[in-house]
Protein backbone atom coordinates (compact mmCIF):
# COMPACT_ATOMS: atom_id res chain seq x y z
CA UNK A 1 0.00 0.00 0.00
CA UNK A 2 0.95 3.67 -1.00
CA UNK A 3 2.10 5.52 1.96
CA UNK A 4 1.86 9.45 1.35
CA UNK A 5 3.55 11.69 4.21
CA UNK A 6 2.84 15.50 4.22
CA UNK A 7 4.53 18.03 6.28
CA UNK A 8 5.09 21.82 5.99
CA UNK A 9 1.65 23.57 7.14
CA UNK A 10 1.23 25.60 9.68
CA UNK A 11 0.33 29.28 11.01
CA UNK A 12 0.73 32.28 8.54
CA UNK A 13 -0.18 35.58 8.13
CA UNK A 14 -1.97 36.88 4.91
CA UNK A 15 0.90 37.23 2.11
CA UNK A 16 3.05 35.02 3.38
CA UNK A 17 4.38 31.60 1.92
CA UNK A 18 4.06 28.33 2.90
CA UNK A 19 5.86 25.06 1.28
CA UNK A 20 4.04 21.58 1.55
CA UNK A 21 5.64 18.67 0.76
CA UNK A 22 4.52 15.27 0.49
CA UNK A 23 6.98 12.10 0.41
CA UNK A 24 5.37 9.00 -1.42
CA UNK A 25 6.79 5.61 -0.64
CA UNK A 26 5.53 4.52 -4.34
CA UNK A 27 8.44 2.42 -6.11
CA UNK A 28 6.36 3.52 -9.30
CA UNK A 29 6.09 7.36 -8.01
CA UNK A 30 7.73 8.79 -11.20
CA UNK A 31 4.97 6.96 -13.60
CA UNK A 32 1.95 8.47 -11.30
CA UNK A 33 0.31 11.98 -11.35
CA UNK A 34 -0.02 13.63 -7.84
CA UNK A 35 -2.70 16.37 -6.59
CA UNK A 36 -3.21 18.07 -3.81
CA UNK A 37 -6.64 19.16 -2.27
CA UNK A 38 -7.99 20.98 0.90
CA UNK A 39 -10.63 20.98 2.81
CA UNK A 40 -12.05 23.84 4.56
CA UNK A 41 -14.70 23.55 7.64
CA UNK A 42 -17.83 22.89 6.81
CA UNK A 43 -16.90 22.66 3.31
CA UNK A 44 -16.43 19.92 0.29
CA UNK A 45 -12.81 18.63 -0.67
CA UNK A 46 -11.68 20.66 -3.65
CA UNK A 47 -8.71 19.81 -6.22
CA UNK A 48 -6.07 22.40 -5.78
CA UNK A 49 -3.43 21.69 -8.38
CA UNK A 50 -2.23 18.16 -10.14
CA UNK A 51 0.94 17.35 -12.08
CA UNK A 52 1.71 14.56 -14.37
CA UNK A 53 4.22 12.66 -14.64
CA UNK A 54 5.65 14.87 -17.78
CA UNK A 55 5.24 17.27 -15.22
CA UNK A 56 2.31 19.24 -16.95
CA UNK A 57 0.57 21.08 -14.24
CA UNK A 58 -3.32 22.30 -13.72
CA UNK A 59 -4.32 24.63 -11.41
CA UNK A 60 -7.95 25.62 -9.88
CA UNK A 61 -8.51 29.23 -10.37
CA UNK A 62 -8.64 29.99 -7.20
CA UNK A 63 -4.70 28.90 -6.80
CA UNK A 64 -3.48 29.84 -10.17
CA UNK A 65 -1.04 32.46 -9.86
CA UNK A 66 -0.13 31.96 -6.47
CA UNK A 67 0.39 28.25 -5.98
CA UNK A 68 2.94 26.30 -8.00
CA UNK A 69 2.71 22.51 -7.96
CA UNK A 70 6.14 20.16 -8.41
CA UNK A 71 7.78 17.46 -8.47
CA UNK A 72 11.30 15.66 -7.52
CA UNK A 73 11.19 12.06 -8.63
CA UNK A 74 14.14 11.36 -7.50
CA UNK A 75 13.13 11.82 -3.71
CA UNK A 76 10.00 10.23 -5.14
CA UNK A 77 8.17 14.15 -3.36
CA UNK A 78 5.97 16.32 -4.69
CA UNK A 79 5.91 19.89 -3.28
CA UNK A 80 3.00 22.74 -3.29
CA UNK A 81 4.59 26.26 -3.12
CA UNK A 82 2.01 28.37 -2.04
CA UNK A 83 2.39 32.35 -2.54
CA UNK A 84 0.35 35.80 -1.27
CA UNK A 85 -1.54 33.48 0.75
CA UNK A 86 -5.08 34.73 1.78
CA UNK A 87 -7.54 33.39 4.94
CA UNK A 88 -9.86 31.72 2.53
CA UNK A 89 -6.71 29.47 1.80
CA UNK A 90 -7.16 28.07 5.44
CA UNK A 91 -7.92 24.09 5.20
CA UNK A 92 -6.53 20.59 5.95
CA UNK A 93 -4.02 20.55 2.53
CA UNK A 94 -4.06 16.37 1.65
CA UNK A 95 -1.73 14.95 -1.16
CA UNK A 96 -3.35 12.08 -3.25
CA UNK A 97 -1.70 9.93 -5.75
CA UNK A 98 -3.14 8.95 -9.08
CA UNK A 99 -4.16 8.41 -13.05
CA UNK A 100 -4.73 11.62 -14.87
CA UNK A 101 -3.40 13.49 -17.75
CA UNK A 102 -3.65 17.18 -18.90
CA UNK A 103 -7.45 17.46 -18.91
CA UNK A 104 -8.13 14.80 -16.12
CA UNK A 105 -7.04 13.33 -12.44
CA UNK A 106 -8.40 10.57 -10.56
CA UNK A 107 -6.58 9.84 -7.51
CA UNK A 108 -6.30 6.75 -5.69
CA UNK A 109 -4.19 7.36 -2.99
CA UNK A 110 -4.25 9.36 0.17
CA UNK A 111 -2.30 11.38 2.99
CA UNK A 112 -3.22 12.12 6.45
CA UNK A 113 -3.58 15.87 5.47
CA UNK A 114 -1.56 19.13 6.98
CA UNK A 115 -3.18 22.30 8.29
CA UNK A 116 -2.94 25.51 6.74
CA UNK A 117 -3.98 28.35 8.64
CA UNK A 118 -3.76 31.64 6.92
CA UNK A 119 -4.54 34.86 9.33
CA UNK A 120 -5.84 38.01 8.04
Known amino acids: QVQLVESGGGLVQAGGSLRLSCAAS????????MGWYRQAPGKQRELVATITSTRRTNYSDSVKGRFTISRDNVKKTVYLQMNSLKPEDTGTYYC??????????????WGQGTQVTVSS
Open 96 to 109: SQGSGSSSYYSPTD
Open 26 to 33: SSIFSTNA
